[in-house]
């Protein structure tokens, strides 16, 4: 007779490697946090942290986004000391394709992750946080009810229109017009009328065919650039835009991004993103607040907390809201003979 599971006493081989994290959900987009088991990772500021993760541990990334301890969807977040004096911590973010410049979900998440847990002790109802991360500095405030949090807004990066009213041909498709904007990075945002694509779960795959579709063309025909910073200049994902299913709300969206992920969530930064493109249109004031649909029907809320420059260009400082959950706590194993032990990734 097998023995209950309380009485499992077996544990994995000393030289068996282990990373354990955290997962948690905002608006059901998944967050994977990276809290234990991984060596050091090296550098003065989140973006040298990044790359000496990248070029030194992206094993890591792989065994815990990819298959068969993730998948194709999967998203994640390490946490690192500080690189600022004003910070209370440092983060970075993981995919399926590799590293992403901003995070709005994740923000949301690991804001909750660490009041909640006490890993950063911060007293109040509405307690306030900064944090590195790859595009800067960003300020996350927490509503806490009984020493829980349960909503989460945060002021993001300047966000800004790269271009405006643009059309390029792309194959299977036809003539595409779109605008790209940065909330964080950088996004081609579509009205998905152009392409007859249903914004639900239903019509997934044709939205993961014609983002990627539509990201490649736009990448071979147009300079991605910030400002200031080339390691965040290049066009992280399509976000296609239409109708919200509640006519409370503002509108719908869905992001492809990185290598055909689909976003659960409305989307942070992509929210950012249409915040400054609605404001550059004259659509959206100072105050003003969108709540925009996820293609779960989640939401997420926007509004212009601050008009500013970048550089160049005209942009607006976003404030974003939204809620997040804990889902579980795992410890994965990495077995040095097990021939996929690296990780796979079918789609």
């Avoid at 249109?281 to 500013?308: C, H, Q």
Wanted: charged fraction near 25%.
């Amino acid at each position: 007779m097998y023995k209950k599971l309380k009485e499992l006493n077996w544990k994995p081989p000393a030289q068996w490697s282990r990373i354990s994290t955290i997962d948690m959900h905002t608006g059901g987009e998944p967050l994977r946090i990276l809290v234990d088991g991984y060596p050091e990772v090296r550098g003065e500021t989140i973006l040298e942290k990044r790359k000496y993760f990248r070029d030194h541990l992206d094993h890591i990334r792989k065994g815990v986004m990819w298959e068969p301890r993730g998948h194709a969807d999967m998203y994640g977040a390490v946490i690192t000391d500080a690189c600022t004096r004003e910070a209370d911590f440092g983060t970075f973010f993981l995919h399926n394709e590799g590293y992403s410049t901003m995070c709005g979900h994740a923000i949301i998440a690991l804001t909750k992750f660490v009041l909640d847990t006490g890993l950063v002790d911060k007293k109040g109802t509405h307690p306030q946080l900064l944090i590195d991360a790859p595009p800067g500095l960003i300020l996350s405030t927490a509503s806490r009810e009984n020493g829980i949090v349960k909503s989460v807004t945060f002021k993001n990066v300047p966000s800004f229109v790269l271009y405006r009213d643009q059309e390029i041909e792309v194959p299977g498709l036809g003539g595409i017009r779109y605008d790209v904007a940065f909330g964080g990075a950088f996004y081609a945002i579509v009205d998905a009328d152009q392409v007859k694509l249903s914004l639900d779960p239903s019509g997934v795959s044709k939205l993961i065919e014609a983002g990627m579709q539509i990201k490649r063309s736009v990448m071979s025909k147009q300079e991605i650039a910030h400002p200031f910073e080339p390691d965040l200049s290049f066009l992280y994902g399509c976000i296609f835009t239409g109708s919200p299913k509640k006519a409370s709300m503002h509108s719908r969206n869905v992001c492809i991004f990185a290598n055909g992920e689909v976003d659960r969530s409305a989307t942070g930064s992509g929210v950012s993103a249409r915040a400054a493109l609605h404001h550059a249109r004259g659509e959206l004031i100072p105050g003003e607040k969108m709540e925009i649909e996820s293609i779960l029907g989640t939401t997420m809320v926007v509004e212009v907390a601050e008009v500013t420059s970048f550089g160049p260009y005209d942009a607006v400082i976003p404030r974003v809201s939204g809620t997040a959950s804990f889902t579980g706590k795992n410890s994965f194993w990495f077995d040095p003979n097990d021939p996929l032990k690296k990780g796979f990734i079918i789609r």
